[in-house]
């Protein structure tokens, strides 16, 4: 009777407690611990510049991939789609290196430098813009026609059935292809110390560089960390502005 009270706090935590444990002994054991006690300043300089690099590259893309998305939707805007969803796609399709290379060896001839975190975030938002453009496409297709001709019939303007009706319906959508994209981000961020712009990849790849365990560890964990409080954050975003009925609708599809 005890075990089925405590169930669902141990169901709830228990992932969480598993993984500390995990991580203070990986860290114990390669000597990680020490490493980033003894270069705190330094292990949030890089955390900052992380940060900085997944937020900005997050924000752009977003709100780029979610205004192309609409873009596509609308009428006399449908025949860029295929050609805005090809470019997009061939970005993707691009290796995480294969992306910081181009932007590396390309950007010099628009008169912008290929090193420094200008960029990193180029090139982070050209990786990780189509999932979120697909998402809100599809979400936004997907809106049933009997819905906007009824709120046609109730004499909606188009800009009001787009914010009022088609964006609400499409957000669980949208949200998705958020969340895949931040964690596309999330994880290609430590490629960009390699032309110059910062962040947790400095101590992964120092580590593969000496072949120290402690330091690729000590650069690697936070990384793991920093995507899984994203998602966890972006999750409960996604409670926060998605309406109840439409999360209802969307469990029962589920």
């Known amino acids: 009777m005890q075990i089925r009270l405590f169930y669902p706090f141990i169901k709830k935590f228990a992932p969480f407690v598993l993984t500390a444990i995990i991580v ?14 003894d270069n705190l300043a330094e292990f949030f300089r890089l955390n900052y510049e992380h940060f900085f690099l997944v937020l900005v590259s997050m924000a752009t893309a977003g709100s780029v991939g979610v205004f192309l998305g609409i873009i596509m939707t609308r009428k006399g805007f449908e025949r860029f789609g295929s050609a805005i969803m090809a470019i997009v796609n061939v970005w993707q399709s691009i290796p995480s290196l294969g992306v910081i290379a181009l932007a590396y060896g390309f950007l010099p001839f628009f008169g912008l430098s290929g ?11 050209f990786h990780a813009v189509a999932p979120i453009v697909r998402n809100t496409y599809a979400g936004v297709k997907d809106v049933s026609n009997d819905v906007i001709e009824s709120a046609t019939g109730m004499g909606m303007t188009p800009n009001q059935i787009l914010f009022k009706i088609e964006i609400p319906n499409a957000l669980p959508v949208i949200m998705g292809g958020i969340r895949t994209s931040t964690a596309i981000i999330v994880g290609s961020a430590p490629l960009a110390f390699l032309i110059g712009g910062g962040g947790l990849g400095f101590w992964i790849f120092t580590g593969i560089a000496l072949m120290d365990m402690g330091i690729l560890i000590a650069g690697a964990v936070p990384v793991a960390i920093i995507a899984m409080l994203f998602d966890a954050l972006l999750a409960k975003l996604e409670k926060i502005v998605v309406s109840k009925g439409i999360q209802i609708k969307e469990y029962q599809t589920a």
């Not at 203070?24 to 006690?37: D, P």
């Not at 090193?115 to 938002?125: D, R």
């Open 115 to 125: 090193i420094g975190v200008v960029p990193a975030l180029i090139a982070l938002f």
């Open 24 to 37: 203070l002994l990986l860290y114990k054991y390669y000597g990680a611990l020490k490493y980033t006690s």
